[in-house]
């Protein structure tokens, strides 16, 4: 099991919505994602910001090899191979790591994919990582089993999933101390850039758009009947 985390940026007509939720590019994905042993996949979007969460069951898949058709519809990243559209974000934070594909299998079948952004202060970012890998071995499990957080350059994109998976996890933390501040969110505030004219509650992660989301064909099936 494989969790891939990818950021790119929509540079063509019209929305993203628009052009993912197209029926042919729907069924294209579906069936790049059998093939490929890829599943539960989460493309959300802000304005022309996009994020792509999936999972590969057996070896890693690019996003190139997924969503085909977006070729000249998102900008080019430098600093890359020539014609590079998605960025591998960096995973910095999870509740909880897979372990086997049937550990990870999910319990609730009418889940909602949840996906937020935020930015660190470029001084800030060391320490906002320290401070979550700290979180993270010291109390694993602490949060939605899902729930884990990318990160590229000073941007932050968090997914988890609705309702809530709270389970322990088949292992523990790397880390014996017990050192997590327990004013987390007081500590955590100066790491961020608020955002401006945010929604109420959304200043530091604000919501992002649920585009798509398609799963294995054996659960659509189970998630049909249920």
């Not at 319990?107 to 909602?112: F, G, I, P, V």
């Not at 999933?161 to 987390?184: F, Q, S």
């Amino acid at each position: 099991m494989i969790r891939s985390i990818f950021r790119a940026v929509w540079n063509g007509e019209g929305s993203p919505r628009s052009f993912f939720r197209a029926r042919e590019r729907e069924l294209s994905l579906a069936e790049a994602m059998n093939r490929l042993q890829v599943d539960n996949l989460s493309l959300f979007a802000d304005r022309e910001q996009l994020f792509l969460y999936y999972e590969c069951l057996s070896e890693p898949v690019p996003p190139e090899c997924l969503l085909i058709e977006t070729g000249q519809r998102l900008a080019e990243w430098p600093g890359g191979a020539p014609g590079r559209r998605w960025v591998p974000m960096t995973d910095i934070f999870h509740y909880q790591r897979p372990v086997s594909n049937p550990q990870w299998a999910r319990a609730h079948h009418d889940r909602t994919p949840y996906g937020r952004m935020a930015l660190l202060r470029p001084e800030q970012m060391a320490r906002y990582v320290y401070y979550h890998y700290q979180y993270q071995e010291e109390k694993p499990g602490d949060g939605d089993k899902y729930g884990i957080i990318g990160m590229h350059e000073n941007l932050l994109f968090f997914y988890s999933e609705l309702p809530e998976t709270l389970t322990p996890p088949p292992y523990e933390g790397r880390l014996k101390t017990m050192l997590k501040p327990e004013n987390w969110a007081e500590v955590m505030e100066p790491h961020f850039i608020k955002w401006e004219a945010a929604p109420e509650g959304q200043d530091i992660w604000r919501k992002l758009m649920l585009v798509l989301e398609l799963r294995s064909p054996s659960e659509r099936r189970g998630a049909q009947h249920a």
